[in-house]
């Protein structure tokens, strides 16, 4: 069983930063593609980046290119998404996962989960 465990969310204000992580636990043995997804209260969840094994690749909705970025560090067992410029509509709880592919959209390729961190851009 692999545990991921986000942190880092918070309130701020419009134009401002966060930097989330997600750290693994249990069977860690493999390093797996990790992606992160948000859902806003009454919406689908949705994809907002994906990175490879190894973080040589990554992957960004349209609606984070420019202002998100992801990173990893396979020693520390964790994943981070780092976010600029944030909008009212960045406003969801954020999920970090464990996929079977590199890249993958849908939640469904997601084997494993963390619990969220609730992001709010307000001010």
């Known amino acids: 069983q692999v545990q991921l465990v986000e942190s880092g969310g918070g309130l701020v204000q419009p134009g401002g930063s966060l930097r989330l992580s997600c750290v693994a636990s249990?069977?860690?043995?493999?390093?797996?593609?990790m992606g992160w997804f948000r859902q806003a209260p009454g919406k689908e969840r949705e994809f907002v980046a994906a990175?490879?094994?190894?973080?040589?690749?990554?992957s960004y909705a349209d609606s984070v290119k420019g202002r998100f970025t992801s990173s990893r560090d396979n020693a520390k067992k964790s994943v981070y998404l780092q976010m600029n410029s944030l909008k009212p509509e960045d406003t969801a709880v954020y999920y970090c996962?464990?996929?079977?592919?590199?890249?993958?959209?849908?939640?469904?390729?997601?084997?494993?989960w963390g619990q969220g961190t609730q992001v709010t851009v307000s001010s």
């Open positions: 249990g069977r860690t043995e493999s390093m797996y593609p």
């Open positions: 990175i490879n094994w190894n973080g040589g690749m990554t």
């Open positions: 996962a464990a996929a079977r592919t590199f890249g993958s959209l849908s939640p469904l390729s997601y084997v494993y």
